[in-house]
Nanobody, 113 residues
Framework: QVQLVESGGGLVQPGGSLRLSCATS????????MSWYRQAPGNERELVAS????????RYADSVKGRFTISRDNAKNTVYLQMNSLKPEDTAVYYC??????WGQGTQVTVSS
């Protein structure tokens, strides 16, 4: 079955960095675009970044452009989100998603001094 497992979240000070990973299994990873979403308390889940199946096309929410980078390793069936210059408003649970409405369990990112 399709499985998505996020990791790499944690507590970081403003201006810091984190790298999230989403390890996948149960499907042909290289055939699917992948996305990262986030949901802060009281807010709707929002799209953060997406990447095409081969990795050549990437899109970002305006709020993270220039700070976050999505990437993938099709040999490792893993998608990444490098987050730099983190701000308190980046605090949220981060999820990876595959088309067909498959989601991971999420990883908490807290940006606070």
């Amino acid at each position: 079955q399709v499985q998505l497992v996020e990791s790499g979240g944690g507590l970081v000070q403003p201006g810091g960095s984190l790298r999230l990973s989403c390890a996948t299994s149960g499907f042909t990873f290289s055939s699917y675009p992948m996305s990262w979403y986030r949901q802060a308390p009281g807010n709707e889940r929002e799209l953060v970044a997406s990447i095409s199946s081969a990795g050549g096309n990437r899109r970002y929410a305006d709020s993270v452009k220039g700070r976050f980078t999505i990437s993938r390793d099709n040999a490792k069936n893993t998608v990444y989100l490098q987050m730099n210059s983190l701000k308190p408003e980046d605090t949220a649970v981060y999820y990876c998603k595959r088309p067909g409405d498959y989601w991971g369990q999420g990883t908490q990112v807290t940006v606070s001094s």
